[in-house]
């Protein structure tokens, strides 16, 4: 059976030792968060880039790239600034202490977060604040305002990314009622899906959506990424454990379970339906199960992997139907049915599949007290707050935006393309 401290609380690194102290610097775990760090990074650069860089038109393939690129560079800055202070540090229920670690004051290279030197916790995460607002890129993929992106990237990462974070890994109210998010199915995938179908409905579609086919440019491109992805997601899930040991090695092993079930899910029902199934419906289900198994990871078991896979083929499949073909909401590239609705699914389904009384689907177990119904119960409280929260916030960062330097460009701009538009270059020279 695990603790609270197993699941949430060791994770976030709250207990800040030198070495000096009672915890020893262990060079095992050093040595695999060193490289799950750079995989996570690799997920966002080049994966994301790349992967969502096939899937807009190729007068726009470009910016996306910028896009993701210059959003890594302006959280990395933020981060070492603000965000890691609020996330990890002390403070109250809600957000951490906005001087404690502000500047990485008082993080040397004799500071231990657990058994780890802090820097590289704080490096760890790090990569999950750039790779998060990066991932609404594809809310509003082809029409917003570079000047714009950058702005609400940097506003959203503090005030929705980070507070959430601390709710979730820092000791905030969440991690205090024990809920089960192991790799960021609240703090990654909700909030991100969340923000990235608000801003779609605060700009609008692109013109021509949903008449005018506006098929991915590259799928070349999009497939590469999405390798890419796969691998990196190692890092994601099975560096969350934070050490080298079986709870990590079983990450890993669900994490791919997951994601391969979900793409030949995917697949499969585009074979069924349409008679033909596309690349991008297999790289769209690996997403799917990868985000979803993501909140999951840390406490399931091969079996129940297997299942959250094949559910988030299925249910990502039509809920991505439901948004572009039903509601005619242009989430340009998917974020919110597929990740926002695996992030949703994942961390329900982690409340189920956690128990160890389901034979061959049995997970690590609940903390003590805890049933399937009451954690089922955390579970839902988790994802309803964080939901909520992310799209008043999110809103409200849109029209303060819109006011300092608006939001969406031209009809012309938008037709031209934000390549030419907003960096005077193009993609492609032919």
Same mark, same amino acid.
């Given at each position: 059976?695990?603790?609270?401290?197993?699941?949430?609380?060791?994770?976030?690194?709250?207990?800040?030792?030198?070495?000096?102290? $009672?915890?020893?610097?262990?060079?095992?775990?050093?040595?695999?968060?060193?490289?799950?760090?750079?995989?996570?990074?690799?997920?966002?650069?080049?994966?994301?880039?790349?992967?969502?860089?096939?899937?807009?038109?190729?007068?726009?393939?470009?910016? +996306?790239?910028?896009?993701?690129?210059?959003?890594?560079?302006?959280?990395?800055?933020?981060?070492?600034? +603000?965000? =890691? /202070?609020?996330?990890?540090?002390?403070?109250?229920?809600?957000?951490?202490?906005?001087?404690? %670690? $502000?500047?990485?004051?008082?993080?040397?290279?004799?500071?231990?977060?657990? @058994?780890?030197?802090?820097?590289?916790? !704080?490096?760890?995460?790090?990569?999950? $604040?750039?790779?998060?607002?990066? #991932?609404?890129?594809?809310?509003?993929?082809?029409?917003? %305002?570079?000047?714009?992106?950058? #702005?609400?990237?940097?506003?959203?990462?503090?005030?929705?990314?980070?507070? !959430?974070?601390?709710?979730?890994?820092?000791?905030?109210?969440?991690?205090?009622?024990?809920?089960?998010?192991?790799?960021?199915?609240?703090?990654?995938?909700?909030?991100?899906?969340?923000?990235?179908?608000?801003? &779609?409905?605060?700009?609008?579609? %692109?013109?021509?959506?949903?008449?005018?086919?506006?098929?991915?440019?590259?799928?070349?491109?999009?497939?590469?990424?999405?390798?890419?992805?796969? *691998?990196?997601?190692?890092?994601?899930?099975?560096?969350?454990?934070?050490?080298?040991?079986?709870?990590?090695?079983?990450?890993?092993?669900?994490?791919?379970?997951?994601?391969?079930?979900?793409?030949?899910?995917?697949?499969?029902?585009?074979?069924? %339906?349409?008679?033909?199934?596309?690349? #991008?419906?297999?790289?769209?289900?690996?997403?799917?199960?990868?985000?979803?198994?993501?909140?999951?990871?840390?406490?399931?078991?091969?079996?129940?992997?297997?299942?959250?896979?094949? /559910? $988030?083929?299925?249910?990502?499949? =039509?809920?991505?139907?439901?948004?572009?073909?039903?509601?005619?909401?242009?989430?340009?590239? @998917?974020?919110?049915?597929?990740?926002?609705?695996?992030?949703?699914?994942?961390?329900?389904?982690?409340?189920?599949?956690?128990?160890?009384?389901?034979?061959?689907?049995?997970?690590?177990?609940?903390?003590?007290?805890?049933?399937?119904?009451?954690?089922?119960?955390?579970?839902?409280?988790?994802?309803? &707050?964080?939901?909520? =929260?992310?799209?008043?916030?999110?809103? *409200?960062?849109?029209?303060?935006?819109?006011?300092?330097?608006?939001?969406?460009?031209?009809?012309?701009?938008?037709?031209?393309?934000?390549?030419?538009?907003?960096?005077?270059? /193009?993609?492609?020279?032919?």
């Amino acid at each position: 059976m695990k603790t609270l401290k197993h699941w949430g609380l060791a994770a976030a690194g709250l207990m800040l030792t030198t070495a000096a102290a $009672a915890d020893e610097l262990n060079g095992a775990n050093t040595g695999w968060i060193l490289t799950s760090t750079a995989l996570v990074l690799f997920m966002t650069l080049p994966g994301l880039a790349l992967f969502y860089g096939g899937l807009v038109r190729s007068k726009n393939v470009l910016s +996306v790239l910028m896009q993701c690129f210059t959003i890594a560079c302006v959280a990395s800055v933020l981060w070492f600034v +603000v965000g =890691y /202070s609020i996330a990890f540090t002390e403070g109250n229920a809600f957000m951490g202490s906005l001087s404690a %670690r $502000a500047f990485l004051v008082g993080v040397g290279e004799d500071t231990l977060s657990g @058994d780890i030197p802090e820097t590289l916790f !704080v490096m760890f995460q790090m990569t999950f $604040a750039i790779i998060t607002p990066a #991932l609404i890129v594809g809310g509003f993929a082809e029409r917003m %305002r570079f000047s714009a992106v950058v #702005l609400f990237s940097a506003l959203w990462l503090l005030v929705v990314y980070a507070p !959430v974070t601390h709710w979730v890994w820092g000791g905030g109210w969440l991690a205090e009622m024990g809920l089960l998010d192991f790799a960021g199915g609240t703090v990654v995938h909700v909030t991100a899906g969340v923000a990235a179908l608000v801003a &779609a409905l605060v700009l609008g579609n %692109r013109n021509g959506f949903p008449t005018t086919a506006m098929p991915p440019h590259n799928l070349t491109m999009t497939m590469t990424g999405a390798g890419m992805l796969w *691998v990196g997601w190692f890092g994601f899930n099975a560096g969350s454990a934070l050490a080298a040991n079986g709870d990590a090695a079983m990450a890993m092993l669900v994490t791919h379970l997951s994601a391969a079930a979900g793409a030949f899910t995917w697949l499969t029902i585009e074979w069924i %339906r349409f008679g033909k199934p596309s690349a #991008l419906g297999a790289v769209t289900g690996m997403v799917a199960g990868l985000g979803t198994i993501t909140p999951a990871s840390g406490f399931v078991g091969p079996a129940g992997a297997l299942v959250i896979g094949i /559910s $988030a083929g299925v249910i990502c499949f =039509y809920a991505t139907m439901t948004i572009k073909q039903v509601l005619k909401i242009d989430d340009s590239l @998917d974020v919110f049915p597929v990740h926002g609705v695996g992030g949703i699914l994942g961390t329900f389904m982690a409340g189920i599949f956690a128990s160890d009384q389901l034979g061959l689907f049995s997970g690590q177990g609940y903390a003590e007290g805890m049933t399937m119904s009451s954690q089922v119960g955390v579970q839902l409280i988790g994802i309803g &707050a964080t939901f909520v =929260y992310t799209a008043i916030v999110t809103f *409200v960062l849109l029209k303060v935006v819109q006011l300092i330097c608006g939001l969406r460009v031209s009809p012309e701009e938008e037709t031209e393309g934000l390549d030419i538009v907003g960096h005077n270059e /193009s993609g492609y020279d032919i």
